[in-house]
Every structure is written in C-alpha cells, then in structure tokens.
C-alpha cells in the first residue's frame, strides 16, 4: 500500500490583507476559503477617519476587523476576483484589500501535491520578483509603538498626506508587569501597531513626518518600515 511522503515546501506567495467592519471578518473569510485559500487570522483593531469634525467631537475611530491570510500566487487573481464580486461582501461598506509580497510560506504537504518540490517555483519567482514589485502604485507602512503613542503617530501621517490607517493592540516579549532594560531602555510589553496603506509617492514624506514625532525622540520607543503593496483594492457599494 502506497503512503505519501510528508514533506516541507517554502514557496512564493501573496499575503492578503482585508479590513471591514467589526464583525464581518467571518464573510471575508468565507469568501477567500471559497476561492481556494486555506484560512487565516483574524484580528481586531479600530480605523481612523480622515476628518476634522469627527476627531473634534471623538468620532475618529472605528471598530475593524483585520483579515490576514496567505495564498499561493496562482490564485491571487482568483481571490480579489471573488472579494470585489460576491454580493455580501458589497453590502459590508467601506473596506479595503491588499496583497503583499511573501518570499515564501513555510508548509508541510503531501509529496504528490507538490509542485516540482518547491525549487522550480522559488527559482522562477526570483527572475520575476523585480518586474512584480516595481509596478506597484502602493505602499504599506507599518509602526510598532509604545502603547499609547499610536494616536500620535496617526495624526503626524495625516498632516503628512495619509488619508487614514488602521491601529491594533500588540504585546512585546516582556512578561506582563516586569520591566526591563535593554542597553539602558526599559521594554515596555504594551504595545500599538498601526499600518497605512498611502500611494508610493506619499510614502516618504510620511515616513518622514513619523520619524519627527517627538515621542520617538527617544531610543527604544518604536520602530516603522514600508513594503510594497502589490495589489490594492476597494470594497463595498461605494466602490462599485
């Protein structure tokens, strides 16, 4: 009797990133799982709204869902096709998706339902992977702050031309209730991680109006990157 091989495969991939309103991650989950993905994770945060009026009288903020979930590249297109056409994820509102680039998703698989073992993939990947990359009109970028300093970071990115981002809670690798310090910086576990999704030629004046927040004047408080963003994509009736 023939017994397949389990093996590890490290593959090119896309990773596809949806926020909608609280409570709708479970359709946007469905809806990626019926266009072939495995799953994903979802993970709550709040939104801000680019608008003067709402900020004055506390009503920035909204309660989001974030949808992470990791898909080979062969079915990419099939993924956004089926977010920006089923009907229920028309009637969530605003939202947005977008793809990121992944070097490669670590799996264990059968051997049969590999694919050249992984090497072709990764090895044509390579040859592609500037051509792909260089077209993309978006840029994600990411902040990792002490908790608290998030709302600070945001409203330096509007100034800066940012339209809006989305705010998650996050935690270090410090054991809640210690302190401790790394060459002379206390670590705080408490974190905020906030991502912007902005068009490429806004990315560095942003980047750069974060990096004079003065409460990252000191060594430690918090740490920002930006990667391209393959593919991004509105949701909802007013998108259509």
Do not use: W
């Amino acid at each position: 009797m023939d017994q397949k091989q389990v093996i590890s495969t490290y593959l090119p991939g896309v990773l596809v990133l949806t926020i909608v309103r609280r409570s709708h991650g479970e359709k946007v989950m469905r809806v990626v799982k019926g266009a072939g993905g495995r799953g994903g994770t979802i993970v709550q945060g709040r939104g801000t709204i680019n608008n003067k009026l709402a900020h004055l009288l506390g009503l920035d903020s909204e309660a989001v869902e974030l949808i992470f979930t990791l898909v080979d590249r062969e079915i990419t297109d099939v993924v956004f096709a089926a977010l920006r056409t089923d009907a229920e994820i028309g009637k969530l509102g605003n939202g947005v998706s977008f793809g990121l680039d992944v070097q490669g998703i670590l799996r264990r698989i059968h051997r049969d339902s590999a694919v050249n073992g992984g090497t072709d993939i990764l090895a044509s990947n390579a040859q592609t992977e500037g051509k792909v990359m260089s077209q993309a009109e978006h840029e994600l970028i990411a902040v990792i702050v002490n908790f608290g300093f998030a709302d600070d970071i945001m409203d330096a990115a509007r100034k800066a031309g940012a339209t809006g981002g989305t705010i998650m809670n996050a935690q270090g690798t410090v054991r809640a209730g210690e302190e401790v310090k790394f060459f002379g910086i206390t670590i705080v576990p408490e974190k905020e991680f906030i991502i912007i999704v902005v068009p490429k030629d806004k990315a560095e004046p942003i980047l750069k109006a974060i990096q004079e927040v003065p409460c990252l004047s000191e060594p430690g408080v918090g740490i920002a990157f930006s990667m391209d963003v393959l593919r991004f994509m509105q949701l909802g009736q007013k998108a259509r």
